[in-house]
């Protein structure tokens, strides 16, 4: 009876240190997840930003195309564009920190 106990007893252990190595790299996966979609999370955050600013480039510049005449006003409008877009962005970074 005693034995039986035991055998019992050493199956109920060997089961339960099986089962806690599953939790452990179940846990090591949950983690690494995590991980993961906080990175895209961060990525994706990076990339909408990288669109609109784009986007608003590109706006700026159909609009210098549509009220310059020449190719030269065109550079000159372009130019001065780049400059504001570029200033008002330091603007905004610096508000941000």
């Not at 007893?9 to 983690?31: C, D, T």
């Not at 590109?58 to 001065?80: G, I």
């Not at 504001?84 to 905004?92: A, E, F, M, Q, T």
Request: aromatic share 2%; net charge positive.
């Amino acid at each position: 009876m005693a034995t039986d106990l035991q055998q019992r007893l050493n199956r109920i252990v060997g089961k339960s240190n099986v089962l806690v190595e599953k939790y452990r790299q179940l846990l090591a996966l949950k983690q690494s997840a995590d991980e993961q979609v906080e990175r895209l999370k961060r990525e994706n955050e990076q990339l909408l930003a990288d669109k609109q600013r784009l986007e608003r480039e590109n706006h700026y510049l159909r609009v210098a195309r549509t009220m310059s005449a020449t190719p030269e006003q065109l550079s000159e409008a372009r130019l001065m564009i780049n400059r504001l877009v570029r200033d008002i962005d330091k603007c905004i970074s610096q508000l941000n920190t």
